[in-house]
């Protein structure tokens, strides 16, 4: 391998991590190595590269931390011996160091072993690294592994993404079962949302929830609410969408008398909640002032029975977004889900479709027709107060966010309520819907991803492409192939 070869230091922490070594490590001066634990990488904030490590040189036992870099010099170019940072380092270890330096120092001036890691590593591993990097300039890829990858079989592609796909789906599945423990926590000690003040207490973690605990329809209703409402916010408003649906939640919800339009209620409440409804606004249109009348009206109505706190507009992202994305429509399309959840017993209904059709394609056709949204009223031809569209909107909800609905938010809520209650097969029925569901479309690095995997003729698949999505942003994106599957056949 040539001297100072630099190459990204993902690679250096996975072979670290994974001591993908030729040969038995020893420091510079001669001592033998036993790495009994390479440490924890440090992923969050400044300092050594790993953390917690147990190390034996010679014959005393080290525990403290490792730092890694591409060349000795390093150590002193990035400061590492004037930051108390680096005090607790028992190891450094550097891809190259020309010139066979055997110890570093820390600010407080103790030594500190080197070993030059090139000597035992296997140059085979560098070569097709380097090649990979040296292609991914010239051909803009995507990944690292992008033309080497083409050796590597579909089958197993395909094995590798989908394990993958499905462990994205268990991470909804837990994540969906630990806001439910914590809203069936609120509902018991009557605490406040949606800023939540108080801290988990040791009993509820060291509680074991049962089925029985789960009774309550509101809770699940609240939380298919709050799911709902972060799947319509995507990426830029889904934290605001959430805290929404927290502010103006079920139990406030369920005391609206029932007379007059429901929907306007609804958006009465959300649209001033939010904060989005400027009250100032002037030269507006007659169907601005019409509608800025009914909503109103509706929230005068029920203002007495609001004693939360308000949003403000500040806190909503417009900026580089489509209109049909804006906040405003979207909060009118959650208002009609709402309708549909509280008033026709939405989650009673998608329990019935899933249990009573068996034909998978027509339940999944069921379940996007149910999840898809018309538009209707003001918003149908406003993207913001005050300013007409050039064009009416069709939808609120279309065919791609509702699928978006479908894979993020109804399969892994109902897989989570179907084992709560023991219906293991509708459970697995769920399950099979996730491995065979088609989505209508696709985001850049799904289409990215599918391109650099070669999987154009899979890539259809939703727990493909959810299996792409886990693949990229935990191990393509970080660098981590020499701890991805596909990475190990590629570059071993």
Not at 65 to 76: C, F, G, Q, R
Not at 90 to 104: D, P, R, W
Not at 300 to 307: A, E, F, G, K, T
Not at 457 to 486: D, H, M, V
């Amino acid at each position: 391998m040539a001297r100072e070869t630099k190459i990204k230091e993902g690679f250096l922490y996975s072979i670290w991590k994974n001591q993908s070594f030729i040969n038995s490590l020893t420091t510079l001066d001669g001592e033998e190595i036993s790495v009994l634990n390479p440490g924890t990488l440090n992923e969050e904030t400044a300092g050594p590269d790993f953390k917690n490590a147990r190390i034996r040189i010679g014959n005393l036992t080290f525990v403290g931390d490792v730092e890694i870099d591409n060349s000795y010099s390093d150590w002193k170019a990035h400061g590492h011996n004037l930051d108390n940072k680096y005090n607790k380092v028992i190891l450094h270890v550097a891809l190259n160091n020309t010139n066979g330096y055997s110890h570093v120092f820390t600010r407080e001036g103790r030594k500190i072993p080197s070993i030059r890691l090139s000597q035992h590593i296997d140059p085979n591993i560098f070569e097709k690294i380097k090649l990979e990097e040296e292609n991914n300039g010239q051909d803009q890829t995507f990944i690292k592994c992008q033309t080497a990858n083409k050796e590597i079989s579909i089958e197993l592609k395909e094995k590798v993404i989908s394990e993958l796909g499905l462990q994205r789906f268990q991470k909804k599945c837990t994540k969906i079962y630990n806001r439910l423990k914590e809203l069936e926590f609120v509902r018991e000690l009557n605490l406040k949302e949606p800023v939540i003040t108080y801290d988990l207490t040791a009993k509820f973690h060291e509680r074991n929830f049962e089925h029985k605990d789960f009774y309550d329809k509101n809770i699940w209703k609240q939380l298919f609410y709050e799911l709902i409402f972060e799947a319509l916010g995507y990426s830029q408003n889904k934290t605001q969408m959430v805290n929404l649906a927290k502010h103006a939640n079920i139990n406030f919800l369920t005391k609206l008398d029932k007379d007059g339009i429901i929907i306007d209620k609804y958006e009465a409440i959300l649209f001033n909640i939010s904060g989005l409804i400027n009250k100032k606004e002037k030269n507006i249109d007659e169907a601005t002032s019409n509608y800025l009348e009914r909503l109103s009206l509706n929230w005068n109505s029920i203002r007495n029975l609001y004693d939360g706190t308000f949003m403000e507009e500040v806190e909503w992202n417009f900026f580089k977004q489509r209109p049909q994305n804006f906040p405003t429509i979207r909060i009118a399309g959650g208002a009609r889900i709402l309708y549909q959840l509280i008033f026709n017993d939405l989650i009673s209904t998608l329990i019935k479709k899933i249990t009573e059709i068996h034909n998978p394609t027509v339940l999944i056709n069921s379940l996007r027709t149910i999840t898809i949204v018309k538009a209707d009223g003001y918003w149908k031809s406003h993207f913001v107060l005050g300013e007409k569209a050039k064009m009416d909107l069709n939808y609120f909800v279309g065919a791609s966010r509702a699928d978006e609905i479908i894979v993020n938010v109804i399969l892994p809520f109902f897989s989570v309520y179907f084992e709560i209650f023991g219906k293991k097969d509708l459970s697995k029925k769920v399950l099979k819907l996730y491995s065979i569901f088609e989505q209508k479309d696709e985001n850049q690095i799904i289409v990215n991803m599918v391109n650099a995997m070669q999987l154009k003729e899979k890539g259809k698949r939703t727990i493909i492409t959810q299996g792409l999505i886990e693949l990229f942003r935990n191990w393509c994106s970080k660098n981590k192939c020499l701890e991805c599957e596909i990475g190990k056949s590629v570059f071993n």
